[in-house]
């Protein structure tokens, strides 16, 4: 089980008085903390921690859609662009968005990390990437994600384009009534600007939110 920051500290300090001898704690990670502006500025997007769920080696998706295996939960889209730089004139084509999430009960599948030939095909859902057309634009159908110990609904992302350095990061969806966290109260949400909190527009069926991914 995931152990919250708070919960680490409390654990690391019960330790320090118990034993007083010099222990080595290795220190979880910590997002940065932007100022009131940064989090109101979108910027170059954010880099966010990986996470400890990649599986790397995954294929492209087909006809976009990351729940190929059809795992039960509420069907969103997300689209939008990848861009080279702050404006959208220079639309980045052919980039790779490597998405994965995961499922409605915040389980990821698998729930561990390595490469995809460690795994057998049906113990891979809801990971895959999608490439960008001419005008840098992707687009994916999935599954709303569920929450976790520690963490808010998140959707995780890398980010490819020749001659850039690859993107790590997450967006946020926003939590449902009675969960435990919500963006303002994740630790790695701490250190996304507010752009990375998606909206979903539930005017059209499947819900859908858009994001522009800038490098
Ligand atoms: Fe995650």
Redesign the pocket.
Known sequence: MKIGRRGFLGAGALLAALGGAAIYLAKPFQARQLSAAEKQACGLTVQAVE?P?HVSGMPELKDGNLNSTKLPGVPIEISGHVYDGLDATKPLAGAAVEIW??DSDGSYHPNGNGPASNYKPEEIALRGLVLTDAEGRYRFDTIYPGEYSG?TR?I?FKVRAAGKPELTTQLIVPAKPGDTLTFDDDDIAEGLPNCQLLTLDETSSPAKATFDFRL
């Open positions: 996470g769920y999430h995961a963490r998140h995780h």
